[in-house]
Nanobody
Framework: QVQLIASGGGLVQAGGSLRLSCAASGRTFVGYAVGWFRQAPGKEREFVAAHSWISGNAYLADSVKGRFTISRDNAKNTLYLQMNSLKPADTAVYYC??????????????????WGQGTQVTVSS
């Protein structure tokens, strides 16, 4: 069983930066794909970024490419999402997720068995 605790959200002005963290307990991220999703009020949860254990590749939604970076620290069992040049459209609850890496479906919520509790990101204009 993997437990994920997300943190780092907050209120920031447009153009600002935040770094989200997601700490895992219960086991390590070895062999797991990890990702970030977000959900704005009245909208479905959407893919933001993912990182593959198998390939080491990062995958980003088109809406955040060039602004967000996903990374992981395996020694600390922690996943990060660095968010720069934030826009009001980035306002949402951000969720971290983890699941066994099978080299597919990184953008799908069904790919991930474990989810963090969410952290609110609010970007003011």
């Amino acid at each position: 069983q993997v437990q994920l605790i997300a943190s780092g959200g907050g209120l920031v002005q447009a153009g600002g930066s935040l770094r989200l963290s997601c700490a895992a307990s219960g086991r390590t991220f070895v062999g797991y794909a990890v990702g970030w999703f977000r959900q704005a009020p009245g909208k479905e949860r959407e893919f933001v970024a993912a990182h593959s254990w198998i390939s080491g590749n990062a995958y980003l939604a088109d809406s955040v490419k060039g602004r967000f970076t996903i990374s992981r620290d395996n020694a600390k069992n922690t996943l990060y999402l660095q968010m720069n040049s934030l826009k009001p459209a980035d306002t949402a609850v951000y969720y971290c997720a983890a699941g066994r890496d099978s080299s597919w479906g990184y953008e799908s919520t069904g790919r991930y068995a474990y989810w963090g509790q969410g952290t609110q990101v609010t970007v003011s204009s």
